[in-house]
């Protein structure tokens, strides 16, 4: 980390914690009053880096305001409250929606015909550096309808896979590349979402986890952080394994 880095970083600290930004969590952040006293403040000290150094930016009519950065913020550091990883340093820019975007996708028919088209997307991770969020799926997520899921961890989550290379030794059809516990377990957990899938069995993990290892290391960590209980019953393993690499353990957190 350069010097000037560091200093700016210590000095942000030395700052105290915005009352404004703590309404909002205490308000907005179900996942806040969880969490136990040692964690909510190392979370501030996380949040004031991150939003200093991230830029977030507004898109196809977006207004950002600062209790929607808090928010965004503050999933996306709950999961580096004990590992840093360096607050995502490869991520230059969150881009925010109001609302699903359209993305111009190439499709390829059965016939090797490729044809342009459009795909309505939630949220994307771009391995240049940028998370795209629909904020109206992320309010779903956490006031709707669609709890249980978290598009932030989601997201957040392919950034770390890209930081650690934590899918990359897995085929498409769940096979080990690399022969190490990391890669066995994960794989392994994989193929057990396609045999549900197979079988028309409900899980845990959300259902486009079979899409790729990328895919389901990221639905893993949704409901490793949404529905630890959940996850621990049906794959205890696959808890565990996210329990070493975030250092935390969810089924813990009761307030
Ligand atoms: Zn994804």
Not at 14 to 31: A, C, M, N, S, Y
Not at 39 to 62: A, D, N, P, T
Not at 66 to 76: C, G, M, R
Not at 132 to 154: D, F
Request: charged share 30%.
């Amino acid at each position: 980390m350069p010097l000037i880095q560091f200093l700016r970083r210590r000095w942000l600290l030395r700052r105290p914690f915005p009352d404004r930004w703590l309404r909002t969590l205490e308000g907005k952040v179900p996942v806040y009053r969880r969490l136990p006293q040692k964690y909510r403040e190392l979370l501030k000290q996380r949040m004031v880096i991150f939003l200093s150094e991230k830029k977030f930016e507004e898109c196809g009519g977006m207004v950002l305001t600062e209790e929607i950065k808090v928010i965004i913020s503050a999933y996306a550091c709950v999961m580096i409250i004990e590992e840093t990883a360096d607050y995502y340093s490869g991520l230059q820019a969150i881009l925010v929606y109001p609302d699903d975007y359209v993305a111009p996708v190439l499709e390829e028919d059965e016939g090797g015909i490729i044809t342009e088209g459009v795909e309505h997307r939630k949220g994307e991770y771009w391995g240049a550096g940028n998370i795209v969020l629909s904020w109206n799926e992320i309010q779903e997520n956490l006031y709707g309808e669609s709890r249980g899921h978290n598009l932030i961890y989601h997201e957040f989550s392919h950034q770390l896979d890209d930081r650690y290379g934590l899918t990359a030794g897995i085929d498409y059809d769940g096979r080990p590349l690399r022969d190490d516990e990391w890669t066995h377990t994960l794989a392994k957990a994989y193929r057990k979402l396609q045999r549900r899938v197979y079988e028309r069995r409900t899980s845990a993990l959300d259902l486009y986890g079979t899409k790729s290892p990328a895919e389901l290391f990221s639905v893993a960590s949704e409901a490793f952080f949404e529905k630890p209980d959940e996850l621990h019953r049906e794959n205890p393993e696959l808890y565990t394994m996210l329990r070493s690499f975030y250092s935390l353990d969810p089924l813990r957190w009761r307030g």
